[in-house]
């Protein structure tokens, strides 16, 4: 066996016994009718389960399948529209629990591998390389999810709520979602904003995040840019595009701004933001810091509560 389909085979061992199939029932004239299915994974040792929102969205009835295929009938903890992301529990034993790693580590190039139940397959593992990270992505219900990791690790429908993991083993990511008629776009919520909310759906059942309406992508800040201003950054967010009728639409910044700090605090990455607006006083004047064209402005956004 070679050293790299090696390094494959024990990084799927290592998880494979904590990744499920969910299918999805609903009621239709009385009767419960097999709606739908996805995937998820076990993330604690009381039966915790990361799968996604659109998998278990309108579910009357959930049953989760574990590798030694007892099915077992899954409470909804809660979801989360906005990342696309719900927490399931589950009252059995006979699995295992996936080590959630840490995102911030990734690296574009990065190898990493997708485990799931596509098309109803069982346990089906694909293969590829993190190619761009800190992505927002428009989900199925038309909102905008942040920290989203683009792969090109093959998704397909059913994948949905399955670990993309490293090659030591550790999730980095919740897949998520595939474009319709693209090849090699694959996208999955980056694990840290995972534990942020579900940390939100064990203690509150519902998620608090503010809203601000942008498209953003991680970049590097161009040096002189860091060292003119003095910034501690290494990356900026970089506004790809503005919701209408949003607070970003209302403030001052433009497409092509370069978000360096957010409510007075330096901002690298998109779960730093991320943070800030699970913080319950944030509904009020922040302060924002963008580079637009090598120059340093301050502006001011009002972030509004999200009602889904």
């Known amino acids: 066996m070679d050293p790299f389909s090696q390094m ?26 097999r709606a739908g299915s996805g995937s998820g994974f076990v993330f604690s040792s009381d039966g915790l389960i990361f799968t996604n929102c659109h998998v278990v969205n309108k579910a009357d009835k959930i049953m989760v399948s574990l590798l ?9 903890i809660g979801k989360d529209p906005d990342t696309d992301l719900a927490v399931l529990k589950i009252f059995t034993d006979g699995y295992s629990v996936s080590k959630l790693g840490d995102a911030s580590q990734l690296q574009i190039g990065q190898f990493v591998i997708a485990i799931g139940n596509p098309l109803g397959y069982q346990h089906t593992v694909t293969t590829g390389v993190v190619s761009a990270l800190g992505r927002t992505l428009r989900s199925q219900n038309g909102m905008l999810v942040d920290n989203v ?50 940390s939100q759906l064990i203690q509150n ?16 800040l161009n040096t002189k840019v860091k060292r003119h201003y003095h910034l501690p950054n290494e990356k900026g967010l970089f506004v790809v595009g503005i919701e209408k009728e ?21 901002v690298n990455t ?10 319950k006083d944030i509904l009020s004047m922040v302060d924002v810091s963008v580079v637009r064209h090598a120059e340093m402005l301050n502006v001011s956004i009002f972030p509004v509560q999200r009602t889904n």
């Open 68 to 76: 030694n295929e007892n099915e077992i009938e899954a409470t909804l």
């Open 246 to 266: 949003s607070p970003a639409s209302r403030s001052q910044i433009q497409e092509g701004d370069i978000i360096v700090s957010f409510n007075n605090k330096p």
């Open 149 to 198: 990791i683009q792969s090109d690790a093959a998704l397909n429908p059913g994948n949905s709520g399955g670990p993309l993991i490293s090659t030591a083993g550790d999730v980095v990511g919740v897949n998520t979602a595939i474009i319709q008629g693209a090849n090699g776009l694959s996208f999955s919520v980056d694990i840290n904003t995972a534990k942020e909310v579900a």
């Open 205 to 220: 059942g519902r998620v608090f995040k503010a809203y601000l309406g942008f498209q953003l992508q991680e970049v590097p």
């Open 270 to 279: 998109m779960n730093q933001l991320y943070k800030e607006l699970t913080r």
């Open 8 to 33: 494959i085979i024990d990084a799927v061992a290592s998880v494979k016994n904590s990744v499920v199939k969910i299918d999805v029932y609903q009621q239709e004239k009385g009767k419960l009718k």
